[in-house]
């Protein structure tokens, strides 16, 4: 049971460089999510796409574009990496319904350095 | 807007003492509260939610709409409990869940 699976799993970049964060989830799930994890910031939602087709900013998404490519894949895409996106990544997907009464699956992460 | 608070940064519990690790939320809504713990270089995972009114691997957590808490406990430590725990809302109409900072729990052998 793979679930979530997020690729790759490290990374260090240089500034102004681009990356393309990959996600895929095997459990049918509608929606999707990308998170970055900072130390006393908790998880905080960068983009989601509730269905395939959509794709919504969450409450970081400034310096991020993502891309639903079809049900089992939501990319996230560093366009010129800053050293303040340096995080790890998560992405997580839910069963269909709205995401308040359906827990999330998440992804081991993507730890991501920009120097 | 939704906003989820947990005081605590850190909680340090000897091994078999009670714990309760304290989640407060706004929100207008009906919400929907979870708990998520991710141990050591491990991934998120749902402990539980407050909907199932379960208890999974002895924690439970009662929604307390009145003084808008959903406070996770229990009763006896174990050091394989050591995570970082996360308290998450969401609510109808929503896509977004909201998480806490999250709370570290170390227990002391």
């Known amino acids: 049971n793979a679930g979530v699976t997020q690729t790759p799993k490290f990374q260090v970049l240089k500034t102004g460089q681009s990356m393309t964060l990959q996600c895929a989830q095997d459990?049918?799930?509608?929606?999707m999510y990308w998170y970055r994890q900072d130390p006393g910031m908790g998880l905080r939602l960068i983009y989601y796409s509730a269905s395939e087709g959509t794709t919504d900013k969450g409450e970081v998404p400034n310096g991020y574009n993502v891309s639903r490519l079809n049900k089992r894949e939501f990319s996230l895409r560093l366009e010129s990496a800053a050293p303040s996106q340096t995080s790890v990544y998560f992405c997580?997907?839910?069963?269909?319904?709205?995401?308040?009464?359906?827990?999330?699956?998440f992804g081991d992460g993507t730890r991501l350095s920009i120097l | 807007a939704q906003r989820v608070t947990q005081p605590e940064k850190l909680l340090s519990v000897f091994k078999g003492a009670p714990v309760e690790l304290k989640c407060n939320y706004s929100?207008?809504?009906?919400?929907?509260l979870f708990w998520y713990v991710q141990y050591s270089r491990q991934r998120l995972q749902l402990l539980l939610r407050?909907?199932s009114r379960e208890s999974i691997k002895g924690f439970t957590a009662d929604l307390n709409k009145g003084e808008t808490s959903f406070h996770l406990k229990k009763p006896f430590a174990q050091e394989e409990d050591s995570a970082m725990y996360y308290c998450?809302?969401?609510?109808?109409?929503?896509?977004?869940?909201?998480f806490g900072k999250g709370t570290k729990l170390s227990v002391i052998p």
């Open positions: 407050h909907i």
């Open positions: 997580a997907s839910s069963e269909p319904g709205q995401v308040g009464y359906q827990p999330q699956h």
């Open positions: 459990m049918n799930h509608n929606s």
């Open positions: 929100y207008s809504g009906s919400p929907e």
């Open positions: 998450a809302l969401g609510g109808a109409g929503s896509y977004q869940l909201t």
